[in-house]
Antibody
Framework: QVQLVQSGAEVKMPGASMKVSCKPSGYTFTGYYLHWVRQAPGQGLEWMGRINPHSGDTDYAQKFRGRVTMTRDTSINTAYMDLSALRSDDTAVYYC??????????????WGQGTLVTVSS | EVLLTQSPATLSLSPGERATLSCRASQSVSNYLAWYQQKPGQAPRLLIYDASNRATGIPARFSGSGSGTDFTLTISSLEPEDFAVYYCHQCSDWPMYTFGQGTKLEIK
């Protein structure tokens, strides 16, 4: 069955960088776009961007451009999301999510379990 | 950026009742709209995509309707496991995907 397993919770200092990994299984890694969505405590969902695991091409929400980098390693079927210059309002649960279609639709049919990143001094 | 406004913020109903949740877009998103269910401590779950198509494994009591700027998620007869937060999501405005602020469906 399809699963997306993310790395564990982290605590970061303001100004530092974070890197969250997402390892899908149960399907062809390069066949579906992966998206990153975050959720601040008690708040709603916010789309951050996407990566095409086949080509490595990325698209980022304007809000995060310049601070976010999404990559993948096809040798180990893992995707990564780096966010730099962290602020307290970056404290959130970060999710990776699979696009439901190989041609990308913007709908997310499988999600990782989420990674809580806390930014605090 | 397309703003999605969900109403009501909280909906209090009893099991067996019909739930109607609304999502209004600030500009037309055609039918590029999805609904997700989220329970505490869990990732969201895709219920409806393209405004009215049920995702794989979603019970028939969930239905979606609408196009353009006004959308509705209907749960025909609430089951105990349906009490959760529901989000609408548009993927028409590329690359500015946005979500609504959520509707909490609680047990009355």
């Amino acid at each position: 069955q399809v699963q997306l397993v993310q790395s564990g919770a982290e605590v970061k200092m303001p100004g530092a960088s974070m890197k969250v990994s997402c390892k899908p299984s149960g399907y062809t890694f390069t066949g579906y776009y992966l998206h990153w969505v975050r959720q601040a405590p008690g708040q709603g969902l916010e789309w951050m961007g996407r990566i095409n695991p086949h080509s490595g091409d990325t698209d980022y929400a304007q809000k995060f451009r310049g601070r976010v980098t999404m990559t993948r390693d096809t040798s180990i079927n893992t995707a990564y999301m780096d966010l730099s210059a962290l602020r307290s309002d970056d404290t959130a649960v970060y999710y990776c999510a699979r696009d439901r279609s190989g041609t990308t639709t913007g709908y997310f049919d499988y999600w990782g379990q989420g990674t809580l990143v806390t930014v605090s001094s | 950026e397309v703003l999605l406004t969900q109403s009501p913020a909280t909906l209090s109903l009893s099991p067996g009742e019909r739930a109607t949740l609304s999502c209004r877009a600030s500009q037309s998103v055609s039918n590029y709209l999805a609904w997700y269910q989220q329970k505490p401590g869990q990732a969201p779950r895709l219920l409806i995509y393209d405004a009215s198509n049920r995702a794989t494994g979603i019970p028939a009591r969930f239905s979606g309707s609408g196009s353009g700027t006004d959308f509705t998620l209907t749960i025909s007869s609430l089951e105990p496991e349906d009490f959760a937060v529901y989000y609408c999501h548009q993927c028409s405005d590329w690359p500015m995907y946005t979500f609504g602020q959520g509707t909490k469906l609680e047990i009355k």
